[in-house]
């Protein structure tokens, strides 16, 4: 699926359609650039699963966890990863395979671990339709 997306809100709003639809150890892998809207997404993805405080980058963190929603929420920035034997550490699994859902930014760099049935959305900017123009790309659904 190829959605395009001309303003934040729509990025938003397809997050969140995400979020909705979710069940227990979905696993997104969420791939684009710096400033292409990831974290707006992943906002909508929280929404859909009801989460109700702020979410913002886990970047220093590796993974941040948001109980409150209908289903637990593991936000995972693996952007400083050295080796993807750090996510053993993490326990990775754990999140990957339990009752919440996983979102996983810069996951190309932990491929090799990544379950068989991950989703994947990648972002993608097209400065010569508009500076919030996004092509959001879902595969796996």
Known sequence: MV??????????????KLGESAAPSTVYCLNGDLGVGKTVFT?????GLDIRE??????????????????????????????VSEMDEIGYDEYFYGEGVTLI??????????????????IEKDLNKGFDYRKITVEGM
């Open 105 to 122: 930014e810069w996951s190309e760099l932990i491929e090799d671990i990544l379950p068989e049935d991950a989703i994947t959305i990648t």
């Open 3 to 16: 959605k395009e997306s001309w303003k934040p809100e729509e990025t938003f709003a397809l997050g969140k």
């Open 54 to 83: 702020p979410v913002d980058s886990p970047t220093f963190t590796i993974v941040k966890q948001y109980e409150d929603g209908r289903l637990p929420f593991y936000h995972f920035d693996v952007y400083r990863i050295g080796d």
């Open 43 to 47: 906002q909508g993805v929280a929404a």
